[in-house]
């Protein structure tokens, strides 16, 4: 059967379901695969498989916005500014964020999943659940990092064991890895308080500061809104009317605390 004959079959099975699969954007663009395919075949192009995206007739070139693209930019570039002797990152995406920091510094990464393959010399693996303190690296490093991680702890998502506490566990465990007078990097998904299991938590912009409160000072909160801008230098409550936006957290520890998280 050509692909021609496929095509006919699913618009015709949507159409008697109740449904014109032409309104879904893939499909949309289906006539111009195959008319584009044709034109390939009539200039003596040979085509030993067919792959049809259908999508990226319309894509753009890629994405300035949104959570990771400002996040894993903006502390990666603090990162670079500052220096620290060592750095740790926890549970952050590798293939951004630590792919940043890693393109200019060593960087320790700490995650409960696996990494399998990693042949990268600047990244140093650790497999650990940080709903769990680490007592042997307490207190370690003079800058941590944790972005986009924390609202999963707890959920099993990840195969992590389910708490409904994690979340504070993974701070109380992530901050203590913090050596005084350090910096700790937290971003979380900000908005109405809620728990969208199991896919992550949303948590009021002042949530976090709370966490921190006992050992820490902010430093400086930015956030990226619904629709994916960044704001500089905002003050938590700025972040208040987000459904679904991103509270970027630069804490530093007090020069006094102690490893375990109080003063």
């Known amino acids: 059967m050509s692909l021609r004959s496929v ?9 008697l379901a109740g449904l014109d699969p032409l309104q879904a954007p893939q499909l949309r663009n289906l006539p111009r695969y195959l008319r584009d395919r044709r034109e390939f075949r009539r200039q003596g192009g040979k085509i030993d498989l067919h ?35 060592a750095h740790v990152d926890v549970g952050s995406r ?28 600047n990244i140093r693996f650790i497999q650990a659940d940080l709903m769990n303190p680490l007592p042997e690296l307490a207190g370690r490093y003079p800058s941590v990092s944790c ?19 994690g ?22 998904p900000v ?13 009021a912009p002042g949530e976090p500061v709370n966490w921190a409160e006992h050992a820490f000072i902010l430093h400086q909160f930015d956030y990226v809104d619904d629709p994916g801008n960044l704001h500089l230098r905002a003050d938590p409550d700025d972040a208040a009317g987000c459904y679904y936006g991103c509270g970027i957290y630069t804490f530093v520890r007090s020069a006094s605390a102690g490893s375990g998280g109080d003063e």
């Open 94 to 121: 590798i293939d951004g964020f630590v792919a940043h920091v890693a393109s200019f510094r060593p960087i320790d990464i700490i995650d409960i999943r696996p990494l399998d393959n990693n042949s990268h010399p």
């Open 7 to 15: 095509a006919a079959s699913i618009y015709r099975f949507g159409r």
């Open 51 to 85: 792959h049809a995206f259908l999508a990226d007739y319309d894509a753009q070139s890629g994405t300035t916005g949104g959570h990771y693209f400002h996040q894993d930019l903006i502390v990666a570039q603090r990162i670079h500014d500052a220096n620290p002797l």
């Open 167 to 188: 979340h504070l566990r993974g701070f109380e465990a992530v901050a203590a890895l913090v050596a005084p007078g350090g910096t700790l990097y937290v971003s979380v």
């Open 191 to 203: 908005g109405r308080a809620r728990v969208e299991f199991n896919a992550h938590r949303v948590f």
């Open 147 to 165: 972005l986009h991680a924390l609202e999963h702890f707890g959920l099993g998502r990840y195969s992590d064991p389910i708490d409904v506490h």
